[in-house]
């Protein structure tokens, strides 16, 4: 089981930082992935932490993807955001650890609730 929790509503600019505590299995071994669905648009990749970490050109510099293994969690530190930002953000575990985590949503086997995330212009 994975749960997201961090989101909210915040100003052009600002920060949030998302967490996603995992449950029920050791996720070390995983690959975990940060994806987000804008109303009336797919669900897009944003990160992904196997034994290193990949960005959505989008992000790059502005979001860092971190786990803590000892914790079974994994966060999403999210800077300068903008209002296109807007969305609902998924925290997901592959169970392949991948060097670099797959841009795939069908490559996860296991998906968090979601986390509203609300930049304002």
């Known amino acids: 089981q994975l749960v997201e929790s961090g989101g909210g509503l915040v100003q052009a600019g600002g920060s949030l930082r998302l967490s996603c505590a995992a449950s029920?299995?050791?996720?070390?071994?995983?690959?975990m992935g940060w994806f987000r669905q804008a109303p009336g648009k797919e669900r897009a990749f944003v990160a992904a932490?196997?034994?290193?970490?990949t960005y959505a050109g989008s992000v790059k510099g502005r979001f860092t993807i971190s786990r803590d293994n000892a914790k079974n969690t994994v966060y999403l530190q999210m800077n300068s955001l903008k209002p296109e930002d807007t969305a609902v953000y998924y925290c997901?575990?592959?169970?392949?650890?991948?060097?670099?985590?797959?841009?795939?949503?069908?490559?996860?086997?296991?998906w968090g609730q979601g986390t509203q995330v609300t930049v304002s212009s």
């Open positions: 932490f196997g034994s290193s970490s």
């Open positions: 029920g299995r050791t996720f070390s071994s995983y690959t």
């Open positions: 997901a575990a592959d169970k392949t650890l991948w060097v670099l985590g797959k841009a795939s949503a069908n490559a996860y086997e296991y």
